[in-house]
């Protein structure tokens, strides 16, 4: 049964390739979903697959990539929609 991790990264997370980062740790991990970078200086994301895959995306999200500094991720679990077929980074 797969879930939907919904994230909130504050922190250092914009302009250091943090979304390039979620979306290759997501893809390596066979999660489908969409990150984006928020006007509040934040990074949004949302992955639906397996909840332990989840789980080993969360604790990646925490870490970053290697110019990132994260301060804190606010998560949540929910149910998946299914809406997604690939993992994506948005802009806008």
Not at 21 to 38: E, P, S, T, W
């Amino acid at each position: 049964m797969h879930e939907r991790l919904e994230a909130i990264v504050s922190g250092r997370v914009q302009m250091v390739m943090y979304r390039d980062f979620a979306q290759r740790k997501a893809r390596g991990l066979k999660l489908v979903g969409d990150v984006l970078n928020l006007s509040d200086g934040t990074v949004r994301v949302q992955a639906e697959g397996k909840r332990e895959s989840l789980e080993v995306y969360l604790a990646k999200l925490h870490k970053g990539p290697l110019l990132a500094r994260v301060e804190n991720v606010a998560s949540e679990w929910k149910s998946a929609t299914g809406e997604y077929s690939e993992f994506t980074i948005l802009y806008g």
